[in-house]
């Protein structure tokens, strides 16, 4: 497995500000992922992270809103931009170790709310 | 895409047995993954099936057929720390998750 920490734990904005969430691994990984979970659901792919490359993001989320970045194998973030009440969620960060192929695990997310 | 479907709640008593199924239809497969989440809380891992059949970690099994396109989960022995959401989900390709909405568990004395 892998120890994820994210930061901050939870924030609460106004709109038509940006938040830069981090997602710090205590190990090198290739792949790292960012979602969003809205309440009461499951989690949605916004883009996966791979080091050296631009993010590949999932239908309906763009580049735009949510920039990421990923300088090296232990970290990343995720701005969400521009921020309206629609994106208050939890954000969360997961890894994959390559132990296991396709296991992901997750950091303890960002908790969004934006005014 | 990808369809993943899981029934929404489900109530149970201490030390009873619940078993939650969840039925996919994926584009490709490269694995099925169950992953518990409490309240306010990061999902983790719990289970991993790629072949057909049975896995069992404890307290905890998950069963695959693939050529059904199903699979479950199913919880022993019941606590009320079991109390939470499960949530199944498949890997379609070699990398990616799509996860089903959650079944959430409520344990009751």
């Known amino acids: 497995s892998a120890v994820i920490s994210q930061k901050p734990s939870r924030d609460i904005c106004q709109r038509g500000t940006s938040l830069t969430i981090q997602c710090q691994v205590d190990?090198?990984?290739?792949?790292m992922f960012w979602y969003r979970q809205q309440p009461g659901q499951s989690l949605t792919l916004i883009a996966t992270a791979n080091q050296g490359s631009e993010a590949t993001y999932e239908s309906g989320f763009v580049i735009d809103k949510f920039p990421i970045s990923r300088p090296n194998l232990t970290f990343s973030t995720l701005t969400v931009s521009n921020m309206s009440p629609e994106d208050s969620s939890i954000y969360l960060c997961?890894?994959?170790?390559?132990?296991?192929?396709?296991?992901?695990?997750f950091g303890a997310g960002t908790r969004l709310s934006v005014l | 895409g990808q369809n993943i479907d899981q029934p929404t709640e489900m109530t149970a008593t201490e030390g009873a047995i619940v078993q939650i199924n969840c039925t996919y239809q994926?584009?490709?497969?490269?694995?099925l993954f169950w992953y518990q989440q409490h309240a306010g809380e990061a999902p983790t891992f719990l289970s991993y099936n790629v072949l057909d059949g049975l896995e069992e970690k404890g307290r905890f099994s998950s069963f695959l057929s693939r050529s059904k396109g199903y699979s479950y989960l199913l919880l022993k022995e019941l606590q009320m720390k079991d109390s939470a959401s499960y949530l199944c989900a498949v890997s379609p390709n070699d990398y990616k998750l799509s996860f089903g909405a959650g079944t959430t568990v409520t344990v009751r004395a």
């Open positions: 997961s890894v994959e170790t390559g132990n296991v192929k396709n296991i992901q695990y």
């Open positions: 994926t584009s490709g497969f490269n694995g």
């Open positions: 190990s090198q990984v290739t792949m």
